[in-house]
């Protein structure tokens, strides 16, 4: 008969890996941009794995050992990210150019479903009237969008794309 404490420490590592293969996989750009249907399914998915963590033991020790491990788990990796490239690189996604000097790649705008009607909403946030005018902008690894201007400074969206639409080629 295994300890059902280390029973709590296995279940609990198990769940913590497969959320974060899973997110990895299903797009955790998606994450920072929630809208209702992703809070509840975030709520679900917390209240499906619970049982997967604790199985039968709902005490208060139990809860307190499976919310320790997914600390722990959380700050290892962590640790992880920040030591070796290779390992952030499989976990975080990568900043993508959406504008470079004034031209727009269409290719990666697709990739990543945004409209032009966004990508035009951000740019007038941050004070520009035209991607001619922007030097530079990224879709950062949060999901937000960073812009320089051509005057060289850099602002940081607090826009998160909430809508998802097919992006449109137009040629504004």
Same mark, same amino acid.
């Given at each position: ?5 280390? !029973? #709590?420490?296995?279940? @609990? ?6 959320? &974060? ?5 299903? $797009?955790? =750009? ?15 998915? /917390?209240?499906? &794995? ?5 199985? /039968?033991?709902? @005490?208060?020790?139990? $809860? ?13 990796? =962590? ?17 993508? #150019? ?9 290719? !990666? ?5 945004? @409209?032009?009607?966004?990508?035009? !909403?951000?740019?007038? !946030? ?11 902008? #990224? ?13 060289? /400074?850099?602002?940081? @969206? ?15």
């Amino acid at each position: 008969m295994i300890n059902p404490y280390l !029973e #709590i420490i296995i279940r @609990s590592a198990a769940v913590y890996f497969f959320m &974060v293969i899973a997110i990895r996989l299903f $797009g955790k =750009k998606e994450l920072s941009q929630l809208n209702t249907a992703d809070i509840i399914l975030i709520l679900l998915i /917390s209240n499906a &794995v619970q049982n997967a963590m604790v199985g /039968s033991n709902s @005490s208060l020790q139990g $809860g307190l050992v499976a919310a320790l491990v997914l600390f722990l788990l959380n700050y290892i990796l =962590k640790k992880l990210m920040f030591k070796y490239d290779g390992f952030r690189n499989f976990i975080q996604e990568k900043p993508v #150019i959406l504008i470079h000097d004034g031209i727009i790649d269409f290719k !990666e705008l697709t990739k990543l479903e945004i @409209s032009s009607n966004e990508l035009d !909403e951000v740019i007038r !946030e941050h004070g520009i009237e035209s991607y001619k005018e922007v030097k530079l902008a #990224i879709m950062e690894i949060d999901g937000n969008i960073s812009v320089i201007s051509g005057n060289k /400074s850099l602002r940081q @969206s607090n826009h998160k794309r909430k809508i998802h639409k097919t992006f449109r080629n137009s040629n504004n």
